[in-house]
């Protein structure tokens, strides 16, 4: 990832991932047993629900869903990689009030945009964005997320993913920041 520096995983983090990777394959017959053909992304979810139990991937479109599923499915038995959903699909009304408070907290629609957009531009709203934790789990998928059409788009925000299958395995061209491309309040280009 182009980070000026990276994030230490904590003892803490290893000790948590492990118990969740030892709770999945425990809960893997179970899984067999529910369901045959899935059981491995069964166990997966479920062991992940306990490590990460306030995410909720309702509002993301069936497509960011699967492919979300999918990609956290490989990452967990393949790499023993952990990655949870801190942020999926968000209400117009509360991407726009995240978007006020930031208009107030930085002092203008400008800079706002660099770490929030308003509710018409943003693709929380469209259900296809992702804001992914820990950050080893985001610089996973930044390496394998084009197999999931899933895609980091800026520079500043290690975190944020989109599910963007019209790119064909080619990743988008990554933006400094949210705002970059959009118009101002006086139709100037950011």
Known sequence: MNEPRTIPPRPRDRLYAAITLVLA????????????????????????????????LTGLTDGARAAFT???????????????LTSGYRDPVVQ???????????????????????????SHVKGIALDVRPHEGARWLEEHGARYDLYRLYDN????????????????RRRPHPGVGYATENGDQI
Do not use: K, N
């Open 96 to 122: 726009q009030r995240m978007f006020d408070e930031e208009v107030r907290r930085s002092g203008s629609p400008a800079s706002a945009r660099m770490l929030v957009l308003p509710a018409a531009e943003s």
């Open 157 to 172: 925000e290690w975190w944020h993913f989109e599910y963007r299958p019209d790119s064909g395995g080619t990743p988008p």
């Open 70 to 84: 999918a990609a956290r499915t490989e990452a967990f038995w393949r790499h023993g990689q952990l990655i949870g």
């Open 25 to 56: 394959v425990l809960l893997l017959p179970a899984a067999l047993v529910r369901h045959p053909g899935r059981a491995r992304e069964l166990a997966c979810r479920w062991a992940l629900q306990m490590r990460f139990p306030a995410e909720d």
